[in-house]
């Protein structure tokens, strides 16, 4: 019988590999994607980017609700706000005061022999929940701009294939 999680055998062997169940698997179309942009200046460096652009996260939406990731200082912060179905999410962050860019859908993961080589931080991160076909960015306001130029030419998928013709 094989072992889910990575548990260790009954009869002592190493652990089998991990797999995904098919619970995990979502169907193409199955979950949208929307950057957030803003944020004010709670570290010193930060006041080097542009003012409204100094912070970016994630919401993603799925058939089950909502989930915002939020990369902050130091630590990712992930939650499932409890909302009622059918909740407007960019809504409410847009009556907040951000800025969101979306709906996505997230591309394949990264697909390659070395790992990238770029610094935590929240462009890293949204990038990441993006999937392969990303546009490169450094700033929150790179990507904005990035991403509402792929919005602009009415391409919504981001995959290496037709992100930017």
């Known amino acids: ?16 590999p991990l797999r995904a169940s098919p619970r995990h698997v979502l169907a193409d179309d199955a979950q949208r994607v929307w950057i957030g942009f803003g944020g004010r200046a709670d570290r010193g460096w930060l006041r080097l980017l542009r003012p409204g652009f100094r912070h970016c996260f994630a919401a993603i939406e ?9 990369p902050l ?36 993961p990264h ?3 070395l790992p990238a080589f770029a610094p935590y931080s929240c462009v890293a991160v949204c990038r990441a929940v993006l999937g392969q076909g ?32």
């Open 1 to 16: 019988m094989e072992q889910e999680h990575g548990a260790a055998s009954p009869q002592g062997g190493a652990a089998s």
């Open 62 to 70: 799925d058939a089950q609700g909502w989930t915002v990731v939020e």
């Open 73 to 108: 200082s130091g630590r990712l912060l992930v939650s499932r706000p409890v909302l009622v179905p059918g909740f407007d999410l960019p809504a409410f962050y847009r009556r907040a005061g951000l800025r969101l860019v979306g709906p996505f859908r997230p591309g394949a």
């Open 111 to 113: 697909a390659g022999l």
């Open 134 to 165: 990303a546009p490169f960015a450094i700033t929150p306001r790179g990507l904005f701009m990035a991403l509402s130029k792929s919005i602009a030419t009415k391409e919504k998928v981001l995959d290496e294939r037709n992100l930017f013709p």
